[in-house]
């Protein structure tokens, strides 16, 4: 079954986030207010939903410390989230100007 739009939408700001960041890396707690500040609602709920799976798609590694949890893109995530290599269930980015 195919994500929908805004789940697809999520991921993708997510790896585009963490491609971004020193050392590929970034906590939940700030993923849900870069996801949430380009415009996607997103819950802890839905957060962690989606680390998880981007996770299981090989694009991130999670660190769990309990009460912080840390995101770090892989390469291939890495390739995603620049539009080099497309996954089934992220959004693709549109064209940079």
Sequence with gaps: ?????????????ILRHLERSSDYTSNASI?????????VSTTEDQMRAALAWLADAELIEITD????VIATATVRGAEVALG???HPGVKRPTARR
Aim: hydrophobic share 40%; no cysteine; proline share 3%.
């Design 1 to 13: 079954m195919a994500a929908n739009p805004e789940t697809e939408h999520r991921r993708l700001s």
């Design 31 to 39: 993923l849900i207010d870069v996801v949430n500040g380009v415009g």
């Design 65 to 68: 410390h309990g009460h912080v």
């Design 84 to 86: 080099r290599s497309v």
